[in-house]
């Protein structure tokens, strides 16, 4: 199984970058997928997932600017982003195979893409 995110690149600050997953050796259909970032000295953390009953679930920080969303038929997994600021700054990660657990711990996934670097100016 293999998981190739795209799409990452330099933003200004209030700009939008829509990142993609391809999703490849598997087909994941509606199972759960999500994004993770990992920003720089921090650890990864939780930023998006279209869960298995078709809801949505967002840190608090993603809440209201980034839009994550799924093409089951082409395996892929997106993630919208609008009203980017520096802090945005970061490898975004998708990931999939949850094998159960919280939905927003980096432990709950089997499989990871390798990252896309997302850079945001001010």
Known sequence: VQLQASGGGLV??????KLSCAASGRTFRDATMAWFRQRPGKEREFVAAKKDDSTREYSDDAKGRFFVSRDT???????????????DTAVY???AGRRGGNIH???AYVFW????LVTVSS
């Open 12 to 17: 200004q600050a209030g700009g939008s970058l």
């Open 113 to 116: 893409g390798q990252g896309t």
């Open 73 to 87: 038929a082409k395996n892929l997994l997106y993630l919208e982003m609008n009203s980017l600021r520096p802090e």
């Open 105 to 107: 711990a980096s432990a």
């Open 93 to 95: 990660y998708c990931a």
